[in-house]
């Protein structure tokens, strides 16, 4: 979700000025492809139907539309990335 100055929500989420996001300073991923179990239906007991799936992440600066005004950005070594 993208931060919007003029949303009816903010002054829930940035009440607390010291807030920051949980992708705050995180470690970005490089170029790699990483493998996931996903949900793929389901077997005739009942049980989740599980297979492996690949992605391949590119490398990525801040994905956040918002991050110049948003305050909970304030800091992070990704904003001005």
């Keep these: 979700m993208t931060y919007q100055p003029d949303h009816d929500l903010n ?3 940035h009440k607390d000025p ?3 996001h949980g992708c705050h300073n995180s470690p970005r991923p490089r ?14 007991d009942g049980t989740r139907r599980m297979v492996s799936h690949k992605t391949n ?4 600066k801040c994905g956040h ?3 110049y005004s948003d305050p909970a ?3 992070c070594e990704w904003r001005d990335a």
């Design 11 to 13: 002054h829930i989420i």
């Design 18 to 20: 010291a807030h920051r």
């Design 31 to 44: 170029s790699e492809t990483k493998s996931y179990l996903i949900q793929d239906g389901w077997y005739p």
């Design 57 to 60: 992440w590119l490398p990525m």
């Design 65 to 67: 539309t918002w991050n």
């Design 73 to 75: 950005c304030e800091g």
